[in-house]
């Protein structure tokens, strides 16, 4: 969340090479519903990391 704190890990461990996709449903690890609010995803690879936001509209 906006806070820093991890909400869910969508994806683990080594992907293949070529374009991949992640669609998030909005729910947290516990499969518990989240508030609509902007929450930063982060994305790691190759030893460099990226981030971007992103709003949850309810």
């Known amino acids: ?3 820093g704190q991890l909400v ?3 994806v ?3 992907q293949g090479a070529g374009p991949h996709a992640v669609r998030w449903d909005g729910r947290g ?3 518990n519903e989240l508030a609509g609010a902007t929450y930063i995803c ?3 690879a ?3 990391v ?3 936001r992103v709003i ?3």
Request: charged letters at 30%; hydrophobic letters at 35%; glycine letters at 16%.
């Open 1 to 3: 969340n906006i806070s």
């Open 8 to 10: 869910r890990t969508l």
């Open 12 to 14: 683990e461990g080594r």
């Open 29 to 31: 690890a516990g499969g």
């Open 42 to 44: 982060m994305l790691r």
């Open 46 to 48: 190759d030893g460099s």
């Open 50 to 52: 990226r981030t971007a």
């Open 56 to 58: 949850l509209l309810k």
